[in-house]
């Protein structure tokens, strides 16, 4: 079945400095989202990304949708204390009126 | 203001017992998940409906149990037979434009059976 893969799992920065997750899927997606759950929070949608090669920003916050509509990274520049939570990247599955969700990347911004 | 409600934001359980967990939305959308994540993993599928009066499986659904009579609600049944029901259970809606199909989520409810 369809798999969607994050990595890193985990990932510890200064604050200041950059950060980036990638998102990998088994099968060509029609298009994919990235939400952001704050700790102990829930998911809250960012953005979703549909045309291949397609790449949209968020202030600090690139996102990228690769060639091949299989592939994804987010890439936040200067991180702050505000941007800690974990991120997850979601493809359809199906019908489309489901998602597959990446296992997330947990980003910690150390003061 | 229009959102999801889930209720109660904890909730404590013995083991063996059934317990339902409530959802409700007044966004007025088609569709409604419930979700499980457990601790430094993803949200995994357990429920879904895309209308009042039908539902279908996700992943993991084996000891669960859902219903949908009414647009606004999708309650939640955690079983006996869920082998391990201690988790973070999220209940989600969304709207379908097209491909357009942004997730609004509930504040979850935290499970514990004990």
């Known amino acids: 079945g369809q798999q969607v893969m994050q990595i890193p799992q985990y990932q510890h920065v200064q604050e200041g400095e950059d950060f980036t997750t990638y998102c990998n899927s088994s099968?060509?997606?029609?298009?994919i989202q990235w939400y952001k759950q704050r700790p102990g929070g829930h998911p809250v949608f960012l953005i979703q990304?549909?045309?291949?090669?397609e790449v949209k920003k968020q202030k600090r916050l690139t996102f990228q949708f690769g060639e091949a509509k299989k592939n994804s990274s987010l890439h936040i520049t200067a991180t702050q204390t505000t941007d800690v939570g974990t991120y997850f990247c979601?493809?359809?599955?199906?019908?489309?009126?489901?998602?597959?969700f990446g296992s997330g990347t947990q980003l910690t911004v150390l003061p | 203001d229009g959102g999801i409600t889930q209720s109660p934001k904890y909730l404590f359980r013995k083991e063996g017992q059934n317990v339902t967990l409530s959802c409700e939305q007044n966004?007025?959308?088609?569709?409604m998940y419930w979700y499980r994540q457990d601790p430094g993993q993803g949200l995994r599928l357990i429920y879904y409906s895309q209308i009042v009066n039908d539902f279908q499986k996700g992943d993991i659904a084996e000891g669960y149990s859902v219903s949908r009579e009414k647009k606004e609600s999708f309650p939640l049944t955690v079983t006996s037979a869920q082998k391990n029901p201690t988790a973070f259970y999220l209940c989600?809606?969304?709207?379908?434009?097209?491909?357009?199909?942004?997730?609004?989520f509930g504040p979850g409810t935290r499970l514990t059976v004990l």
């Open positions: 990304l549909v045309k291949s090669g």
């Open positions: 989600a809606s969304s709207i379908y434009f097209g491909t357009y199909n942004e997730q609004f």
């Open positions: 099968t060509t997606l029609s298009n």
């Open positions: 966004l007025n959308h088609d569709a």
């Open positions: 979601a493809g359809p599955k199906g019908s489309a009126r489901q998602l597959t």
